[in-house]
């Protein structure tokens, strides 16, 4: 190793059970990869934790200006961590701007540290800052850290001959090494990655290295910090982590589908944010046999997906909110011609364009009923990033084994935030078996069924299984076009009870409830069951009775779902939308379920929710 | 169906039977897509691809009921995007030889985008283009390539729209392959046809057709035996382009500009010699001699140019990331990061 | 009048209360024409009724087949006509075909008249018959005529100098003679109506009139037929009447409430079927200043319209199912730009292409949620082909004065069938003022909101007013983008709360529950209100105590929907889909109300309906 | 804004203070966005035309900002559909000045059927499309100009897709004026607008746009000072066609081919004269001698072709109407048919 801090540990230590760091600065600023860095090493010594990325709007705002600040947080725990935290304990921020947009995400009380050198008048003022908030009072009832972490940083490298700009650059290295000496966090994690980004341009190897170890000392040696905290390993499952996000672990569920069913992969999608990273991510493993292709539109994408699920490939099309919309009819075409192929929904903020890069989850009812007619389909989601490679696996068992479009519902939230995930037993995965058909020397009947209601997946280039499909309406068994009354509705029928059907192939619905005598039970889906946990605990900390249960399918839902929902007396939905999951279970259950609404674009925050849930048990 | 389950018996017995499906063509009485129809069928046995290897995918429209009559592999799409829907199929399977039969709406209204994409991706998919001048289907609206003017159901006071040129469009789009031919004319269709599936690519033909119900007579002046020999300019490669019985023929005029003239008036170096591979600025001159088929008016292939396939240039890049890369394993995938060990 | 049928009256008359009759023929055999002349005779004699068109699928399949069978169905009474019938009293079949195809559509005891010179062997076997049906038992307990009307017609107008070609075609009006005399319809309507249409061809209005001579008089003179049927007048509303389709009065309706609020009409569509009526109808009224555009396709149609809308027009685009998917983002967007706007989705049998040329109500939902996002709009539906003229004028004031585009749900059995219609008195239309943003001096705030929480409409052109909208979140009232969390669901709220507002402003739910005290409520939607309103008549003739209410508007719904559907121990919701009004209002009111689902192409027959409401009562 | 309600003050009192709203760009530092507004705001003035009369339509991309800027009527619309917006725009007010501004992939990719039709329809709007042949707004994937082989975050092995020309798609479906420009070079930007605004129907104007976030340097060879001084084949109408500083030209070659030649080399009367005005296919061989920014290219007005707008010929069918049937009235449309009284 290069070199490391020189700093021996003079200072006292306290222990927390969990902290939530966050890093924010100009988007030129590199605070992903700070963040992305620090989550490293935390993961590495063991702690639970969680993390949200929380990008500007697409567009580049000029430096300095609130709009391009880019932020990084994570939260990090000696137990289990369900969220990347309410409200930040810590703040890095490299200018006024970022101190300005994230002021309010922090905890009253909190730790602000910001880099001194950034706090210029003409940066105020570009912050929208009349006079500095470091001395004016604004930040009174903060702990307030000024670190002039530009100049530390520029002397530091001044030997190393790179150019100030490059010397300037690396700061982000200078707040890491200050936060990582902070949090006790190893540093060779850190160093080693390093030289291999770096290895090649030594220069600026040293000059990262250099940056990272005067942050590091700098916390040790200075007066400034009085003590470093330390934060426990969490007890964990015995195995190997690694930290995922719920965009890599989405994709790499369907590469693992496509490897345990041994159906090649076929990605067609066309970009929107904060879809498009799974394209990217697909993309890069093309030695997976996995064609992705950017098609021309979303409309363009679906029927490429859908075509090569005719031609025996697992069809996959990826989107957020407005290219779900244009893929509608395609997905309608998918029910009817009942071919296996995945529609993943990467939902954001709307109506329209609404808020590309916020949370919601407002697709839901779109999903099961956006198509004309009476077009059912499945629908899964995961419930955390980690989660998206195993729900990704089982959507594409469904669409197969069912020969059904299946929609994937994730969201904003778990494609960008990451956590630590137990690796799996790659050949303890599950297999799936295409089921391809074959000819038999009869006349081949393509929609003839098999015992899940399943039509036969006959691909071309097969000899003997010559046949059409298309959106008219078939005749039962034979596909042939029907206008035939009597048959439509037969096929009506069999459309939805196929669906239907797949309760019975997936897990019930669990339910935890600790005493057995909840009153209230706290219902779930997609990414708000980190928050969930998190607010059940508190409130069941407090010694309230609460029971909490999470659907993964949607549709169909668990077979047990009446009998759970309409056990409670109270039952409460909370959801990132007006309550969409909320209508769908009072029409099926008859069960006054209420919502727990937010729709800020923003995650619920645990508190809130316990609040609500509190409110509900005694209001 | 052709043959049994792995008993491929081989190029010499397919007949036109063997792409005839068992569903009864129902096209109204004389429409021009039964002749279509028993030229495809009766020129596919001589490729010497069986069906199983092909692919017809179709949008909505008269001309999307083709689909049902072959007895190949088949997907009868949505409107419009049947060029998608067969960039999937031939993208996820390069082996297989896929057909598009679409009209002038499926085509170039609601799926015009989509058809420019293919064409200038050059998937390998052979693109019949069944332009009768309207809208058959929904029962007689003018079309994209309706001429200016026309009364239809949803144009009582005619309609203001000026039409598309096919050719000239794809032409525009990057198309590798462009012809025109007429549905009346086997011989020229099965030669247009034939060239169509020997080029490597998207090929994009034109297919002049009479919809005798909504539009009957629009191609009159080319398509019928009589006026047709006065008004088809047919293109051969390599050959000047006279036409009218020798009489008239296309030579360069004034800045460089094509232009219609007698034989007789004009000198021999000045006429031009059809050349299908070179840029395609003679195709798209040749194609803007006429706007539609209202003067004399230019068949056979356009333009052809060699530019390598989408499903192939796909399929290699996935052979080229094994080799540099390895086989993907998951396990390495997965164990790929920064990873660490508990207990 | 050149001349008239010479027969005496010498056979005695049969009171009847209604008769449903069937003509069939082939695609060229006229019977549409046939059937709306005689619909034109029966409404002049003053009958209620209700016709209903039967096309084949799109494709003009070969003469003489089943697939090209053409038939038109009415229903006439001395009473209120709500259905064309469930089945029919008459079947003229003008070939075997048409007997092949229609048969099970005649009521069991029924007549039959069929054109026995089209019973060749050659047409025998078009149709699939393997021997003749009129002689070898298959119509035994049906009344069948065999009349060889072809070579009567062309016996008749022989001497009139027309070929045998025109001669045979107009066997139609033969039969139209026959029949007219059977139910003893006026034979100067018809007459008048052939001088008018063929005044200019004497030799064709000739043998028009010649043939339909014919057939009266073989009526009055042959011993075939024992004798007349004569069905009353029904008491009716005094005033003018004429006979209307739904895509007319829908067509109408448009224009009228252009006419009456002064802001002119755009129509961009798309042809579909059986949408493309409307646009068929609209572009024929350009002298009202409606300009009608046939755009490349529904996403195109869809926002021509909302860029005519942004420009001060009344932007109206109309489709069918798969039309509708595509138009899905457009109308996100234009809910976010709040500008009034009708989307028409004349409904059809899906999913997918399905069977477009028949009737179902499955884009409910899809109306309700086919967004992404949370993306509320008022949806309201006509439940006759005559309502289809306030219905559309409502939408349209709805609209205007919300800013707000508006789904009008009708479906292809209202586009396509026709009833009488008490015209309205044009002065006394209901006037919509637009009240068009004027500039006033002070800042123009686009996003600012009057007390129905409708937005200004300012028009390009108008001085002063000059802003910028589009599909980003908006900040309150000024409009500008706005990433800001709490903007963001406050917006959310007002977008919902301004549709739900509309409850105050829409006729609360009527009942009909004559006794007070039934037990059973059904509820309906659309274009199923004649069959449950004859349907109830029935089960109430036996004594039964059964409410009835419809709703026209399906989002909100009128303010006392809740109160209604609760009172009753029972609800049932007739529905051409599989429960989709049904999952609404048990999720709104937790009412445990059923479905009477119909999933055939076909209506709601009203004796199917009165089995379903007396099982439900006795079951 | 501009005047206050009704105290329309003139043409002479225009600013490009008038056309500059209260929203402050927030394009990256030295995107090539900034200096086309730049150069619109200051150009509009002098059109006479005031804000109030004046619409910006946009699709989404970086591009689709530019409407936010423009104190005039605005609509940023959905991604790709802007054409179809102003289409609605232009054709229910014919008296309206209409913009559309758009990107390589919301006017080619996704919009792709919208923009030809606004074009063969002649919509008299303008459209400017800032080609930067990438997706800037979703930060850095390859667009359908982006050159083949292209490494992007969506191809990290190298596109395999050929890319559009987008002036020679824009000819092939039927425009009446195409133009090319650079973003930097204010002079013939502006002039370059000023021909498309004075065109009535529809303009395309292609904008060689940089993007230094996601493709930096894309257009040096075109659009730098120096590099451009030989690379750029600057088209003037009635004039020879000369370049590089006079010593190279565009002549006729053999078959009646264009191609690049030096000016020594030349018969002089082989140079072709530019010619707007005449048929497309000369302005398609000029879009094609080269293909992409990577060879000498031609800027400026390609062709120009008169033709009726879409909007004119709405309204005039309008009139006709009118003059034929009368004005519409509400009573006789409703008892036009046959009716009858009761009572
Ligand atoms: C999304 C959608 N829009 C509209 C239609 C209705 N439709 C079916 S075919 C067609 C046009 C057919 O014209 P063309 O492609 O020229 O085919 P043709 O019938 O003339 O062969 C239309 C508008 C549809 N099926 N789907
Ligand atoms: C329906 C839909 N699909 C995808 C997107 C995401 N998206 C926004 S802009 C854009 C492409 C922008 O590229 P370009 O038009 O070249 O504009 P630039 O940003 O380069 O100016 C995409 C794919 C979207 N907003 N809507
Ligand atoms: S409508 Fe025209 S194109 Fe369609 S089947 Fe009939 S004749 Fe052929
Ligand atoms: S990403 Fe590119 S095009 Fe977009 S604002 Fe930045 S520099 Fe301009
Ligand atoms: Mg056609
Ligand atoms: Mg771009």
């Known amino acids: ?619 | 169906m052709a043959e049994e389950n792995g008993d491929v018996s081989g190029i010499a017995t397919l007949t036109k039977k063997d792409f005839t499906s068992d569903q009864e063509p129902r096209w109204c009485p004389g429409c021009g897509d039964y002749a279509i129809l028993a030229a495809v069928q009766g020129f596919m046995p001589e490729l010497g691809i069986e069906p199983h290897n092909t692919v017809f995918i179709s949008g909505i429209g008269c001309s999307g009921r083709f689909t049902y009559y072959m007895d190949t592999y088949g997907f009868h799409g949505i409107h419009g995007r049947a060029p998608a829907i067969a960039t999937g199929v031939a993208t996820a399977n390069p082996d297989l030889h896929v057909w598009v039969v679409t009209g002038d709406g499926d085509a170039l209204s609601i799926g015009g985008n989509h058809l420019i994409h293919a064409l200038r991706r050059n998937v390998n998919i052979k693109i019949l283009m069944f332009n009768n001048q309207i809208y058959g289907l929904t029962k007689g609206q003018y079309s994209p390539t309706s001429e200016e003017g026309k009364v239809t159901k949803s144009t009582p006071f005619g309609s203001v729209d000026h039409p598309f040129n096919p050719v000239a469009l794809a032409l525009g789009a990057e198309a590798t392959f462009v012809a025109r031919t007429v549905d009346n004319d086997r011989k020229h269709l099965t030669d247009v046809l034939r060239q169509a599936t020997e080029h490597p690519g998207s090929a994009f033909v034109e297919i002049y057709q009479n919809c005798n119900v909504f539009n009957d007579g629009a191609f009159d002046l080319i398509r019928d035996k009589q006026q047709g020999l006065h008004n088809q300019i047919r293109l051969v490669n390599g050959e000047p382009i006279v036409f009218d019985e020798g009489t008239r023929c296309v030579r360069v005029g004034e800045n460089g500009r094509l232009e219609i003239a007698a034989v007789a008036d004009s000198d021999p170096s000045s006429i031009i010699t059809h050349d299908i591979h070179g840029r395609p600025s003679l195709a798209f001159a040749l194609a803007h001699l006429s706007h539609g088929p209202t003067e004399p008016t230019c068949i056979g292939v356009f333009h052809e140019e060699d530019r390598p396939t989408y499903g192939e240039a796909v399929r290699s890049q996935l052979e080229r990331a094994v080799e540099r890369l390895g086989p993907g394993d998951l396990k390495t995938l997965l164990h790929g990061g920064d990873t660490w060990t508990v207990g």
């Not at chain 1, 897990?507 to 607010?535: F, N």
């Open chain 1, 1 to 619: 190793m290069a070199s490391r801090p020189t700093g021996s540990m003079t200072k006292t230590v306290e222990e927390r059970d969990h902290v939530v760091i966050r890093f924010a600065g100009d988007s030129g600023d590199g605070m992903q990869l700070t963040g992305d860095r620090f989550t490293n090493a935390t993961a590495i010594l063991g702690n639970d934790l969680a993390t949200l990325p929380d990008f500007p709007a697409e567009i580049r705002a000029p430096a300095g200006t609130v709009h391009g600040v880019s932020a990084f947080q994570i939260q990090f725990a000696n137990n289990d961590v369900t969220t990347p935290g309410d409200h930040a304990d810590v703040l890095v921020a490299m200018n006024p701007a970022a101190l300005r947009a994230d002021l309010d995400k922090v905890a009253r009380g909190g730790t602000i540290i910001v880099n001194e050198d950034s706090f210029t008048q003409r940066n105020l003022e570009k912050a929208g800052y009349a006079s500095d908030p470091t001395t004016d009072g604004t930040l009174d009832g903060y702990q307030i850290y000024p670190v002039p972490m530009t100049s530390i940083t520029v002397r530091a490298v001044e030997s190393l001959g790179v150019g100030k700009k490059e010397a300037e650059r690396s700061k982000n290295m200078f707040a890491l090494g200050l936060v990582s000496w902070m949090y006790g966090r190893p540093v060779d994690v850190t160093l080693r990655w390093l030289e291999k980004k770096f290895g090649g341009k030594p220069e600026i190897y040293e000059a990262n290295v250099a940056s990272f170890n005067a942050g590091y000392n700098f916390g040790e040696t200075t007066e400034l910090f009085a003590h470093q905290i330390h934060v426990a390993a969490a007890p964990v499952t015995a195995g190997t982590y690694r930290n995922v996000a719920g965009s890599q672990a989405l994709a790499w569920g369907l590469i693992a589908a496509s490897v345990r069913s041994g159906v090649p992969l076929f990605y067609a999608s066309y970009p929107i944010t904060p879809a498009s990273d799974l394209l990217h991510e697909l993309s890069k493993h093309k030695n997976f046999g996995v064609v992705t292709i950017q098609a021309e539109d979303e409309i363009a994408a679906a029927n490429m997906a859908l075509g090569a699920a005719f031609t025996g490939h697992l069809g996959v099309t990826g989107t957020s909110g407005p290219g779900i919309d244009l893929k509608a009819e395609t997905i309608g075409l998918a029910v009817i011609t009942e071919l296996p192929m995945i529609l993943v929904d990467v939902m954001r903020a709307g109506p329209s364009t609404g808020m590309p890069t916020k949370n919601e989850q407002g697709d839901l009812l779109h999903a099961m009923f956006g198509r004309h007619g009476e077009s059912p389909i499945p629908i899964v989601a995961p419930s955390s990033p980690a989660d998206c490679f195993s729900v990704a696996m089982e959507a594409a068992r469904v669409a197969i084994r069912y020969r059904s479009p299946v929609i994937l519902l994730s969201d904003s939230f778990l494609q960008n935030s990451s956590e630590p995930w137990l690796l799996p037993d790659v050949d303890a995965l599950p297999t799936i078996d295409p089921l391809f058909a074959k000819a038999n020397g009869s006349d081949f009947l393509p929609y003839a069924r098999d015992e899940r209601l399943a039509r036969p997946w006959a691909i071309p280039g097969t000899p003997g299984l010559e046949h059409r499909i298309g959106g008219l309406e078939r005749e039962d068994r034979t596909g042939d076009i029907s206008y035939e009354a009597e048959n439509h509705e037969r096929m009506t029928h069999i459309r939805r009870e196929k669906v239907d059907g797949i309760a019975a192939d997936i897990a019930p619905l669990e339910v935890d409830d600790p005493t057995g005598d909840a009153e209230l039970l706290v219902l779930g889906w997609g990414s708000t069951a980190g928050t969930i946990r998190a607010a059940v605990q508190r409130v069941r900390g407090s010694g309230e009775r609460v029971a909490t249960a999470h659907l993964r399918w949607l549709n169909p839902m668990p077979t047990n779902t009446g009998e759970v929902v309409t056990k409670y007396r109270r039952v409460l939905i909370p959801e990132l939308n007006s309550g969409q999951l909320t209508m769908l279970i009072r029409a099926a259950f008859l069960a006054d379920a209420k919502t727990f609404s937010k729709v800020q674009g923003l995650p619920i925050w645990a508190d809130e929710l316990e609040d609500a849930i509190v409110r509900m048990l005694h209001g």
